[in-house]
């Protein structure tokens, strides 16, 4: 079955520097979209940004992920980590089933 | 604030109590799902709905929740038996159709067994 991938469970970065959060999957569907979640403390998960296209990069408020289906991965990107992006961010697939969600990862921005 | 409303926002109930939860899903989605995130903040999927119907569920759900949407009124997530390890945050989710930008949490049930 279909499978999403988050290697890290706590990604603690400071202030100013790039951020990487890491997302693979395994899924036997063709039609497929992936999204990125990010979810602040005692709030509902919301969409951060999302993708269908291979190999287009796709940003929203600072961050930025490109579909590599070749590498079936869809990591998650930020030139300048920014205190107010310490939260949770998981790494989604939607198909024709129940969308999938990776088992999260929690950023922690530092001073 | 989430278009998709749920309550309790906080449940606490003893071992062996049902326990419920609502959700209203956005307006014109007939789409929606209920996870379970655990402790380690671990999305498990429980079931969903379309409409009134249900479309996939997992053998937890089956056998000790038990779930409906029915129409003109909230879908409702009820555990018939409380356990332990049912503490955790129930997050209930709606879409046009589920595979879509539109996808909407709410902000969730907290049940705390004790």
């Known amino acids: 079955g279909d499978s999403v991938t988050q290697t890290e469970g706590l990604v603690t970065v400071t202030e100013g520097l790039p951020v990487k959060l890491n997302c693979t999957y395994q899924t036997t569907y063709l039609t497929i979209a992936f999204f990125w979640y990010v979810q602040y403390l005692n709030e509902a998960p919301q969409v951060l940004l999302k993708s269908s296209t291979d190999n287009k990069r796709t940003e929203h408020q600072g961050f930025h992920a490109t579909l590599h289906k070749s590498s079936s991965s869809f990591h998650l990107q930020k030139s300048s980590a920014q205190l107010s992006d310490s939260a949770l961010y998981y790494c989604a697939l939607h198909n024709n089933n129940a969308p999938r969600f990776g088992a999260g990862t929690k950023l922690s921005v530092k001073p | 604030n989430s278009k998709v409303i749920q309550t309790p926002r906080y449940l606490v109930k003893g071992q062996g109590q049902k326990a419920k939860m609502r959700c209203i899903p956005e307006?014109?989605?007939?789409?929606v799902f209920w996870y379970q995130q655990n402790k380690n903040n671990e999305f498990k999927f429980l079931i969903n709905f379309q409409n009134q119907e249900v479309l996939q569920q997992i053998d937890m759900t089956e056998k000790r929740f038990s779930a409906e949407c029915p129409s003109n009124s909230p879908c409702s997530l009820e555990i018939q038996s409380s356990e332990a390890g049912d503490s955790a945050l129930y997050l209930c989710a709606s879409s046009l159709s589920g595979t879509g930008s539109d996808y909407t949490f709410g902000s969730g049930t907290r049940l705390l067994v004790i």
């Open positions: 307006k014109g989605h007939p789409v």
